[in-house]
């Protein structure tokens, strides 16, 4: 079992007079990265040349998919998730800091991300657990590649006490 590449794609956003936005999405064929960005690149001005709206973005992505049939562990459900939330960078005022948080959600979590696997604390997130602060680690740029949230913010250190919490919640499905 192993993730290989499977595809280039890019998603073009296009903007109407009233700022709405909709989406074009195109699979690129090849196995250049290059080629592929240079394709995306095209396809961004080719779409402008069609619409009476403004282009205001495109995402190119590369895709990789499990090369095996694929299920998770045993017992593992989608709809039980982990909602982690960290701390963010903010500025201080004269009042203190402004006290804002960032938040990912973890489908079917494993039972040791929990404090405990029985009562109460079965459904409280362990901050300290090892492979979630390697995760977040990202987001307070302590490894390299810092991620963001959606609007560019990064965490505190969350490492600190206090800095991450969460809790397991459970997402309605109709897949049974």
């Not at 956003?13 to 960005?37: H, L, P, Q």
């Not at 987001?139 to 913010?153: A, I, N, W």
Request: charged share 20%; with cysteine; hydrophobic share 40%.
């Amino acid at each position: 079992m192993a993730l290989s590449f499977e595809k280039f794609g890019c998603s073009v956003r296009v903007a109407d007079s009233g700022g709405n936005i909709g989406t074009m999405n195109f699979r690129i064929a090849g196995i250049v990265a290059e080629t592929a960005k240079l394709t995306a690149d095209a396809i961004a001005a080719e779409v402008q040349a069609l619409t009476d709206g403004k282009v205001v973005g495109y995402t190119f992505t590369s895709t990789y998919s499990e090369d095996t049939a694929y299920f998770g562990a045993a017992g593992s459900q989608i709809e039980n998730v982990a909602q982690v939330n960290f701390r963010l960078k903010q500025a201080v005022t004269p009042d203190g800091p402004i006290g804002k948080w960032g938040s990912i959600r973890i489908p079917a979590p494993k039972a040791a991300m929990f404090l405990s696997t029985v009562g109460d604390l079965s459904n409280k997130v362990n901050p300290a657990y090892a492979a979630l602060q390697d995760l977040l680690e990202r987001y307070d740029g302590t490894l390299t590649y810092t991620v963001t949230t959606s609007d560019g913010q990064v965490a505190e250190e969350v490492a600190t006490d206090g800095n991450v919490n969460g809790h397991r919640i459970h997402r309605k499905s109709n897949r049974g």
